[in-house]
């Protein structure tokens, strides 16, 4: 698994809680990422995207809510969740297109990546 999501658990309506997505392939380096999540019974939905060149976009039942970010090194992702709701319980999955610095240059900045690599999602639950 390249990538690792860790961070989920339960917490209640109004809390904050941030996920992480390491990359666990040695020497590659997220460029685009995204942060998706998928309810029982729903379809999966994009609720977060970061490009290599630093744009960013949101759902709009995130938007104000949530930020993604990784870190100076792009070897982890980030989303912070403030202000949950309960229709914010669902599975969180990251994904993201790596490449190692001596790569020829892969994919193209952008946020609307069909990303290469899949991480197997955490649990968040949000309820009193």
């Known amino acids: 698994v390249e990538l690792v999501e860790s961070g989920g658990g339960l917490v209640q309506p109004g809390g904050s809680r941030t996920l992480s997505c390491v990359v666990s392939?040695?020497?590659?380096?997220?460029?685009?990422m995204g942060w998706y999540r998928q309810a029982p019974g729903k379809q999966r939905e994009r609720v977060a995207a970061l490009s290599n060149s630093g744009g960013t976009d949101y759902a709009d039942s995130v938007k104000d809510r949530f930020t993604i970010s990784k870190d100076s090194a792009q070897r982890t992702g980030f989303l912070r969740m403030n202000s949950l709701k309960p229709e914010d319980t669902a599975t969180y999955y990251c994904?993201?297109?790596?490449?190692?610095?001596?790569?020829?240059?892969?994919?193209?900045?952008?946020?609307?990546?069909?990303?290469?690599?899949w991480g197997r999602g955490t649990q968040v639950t949000v309820s009193a």
């Open positions: 392939k040695v020497g590659f380096r997220i460029t685009n």
């Open positions: 994904a993201a297109d790596l490449r190692r610095p001596q790569d020829p240059p892969g994919k193209p900045s952008s946020l609307a990546s069909d990303y290469n690599y």
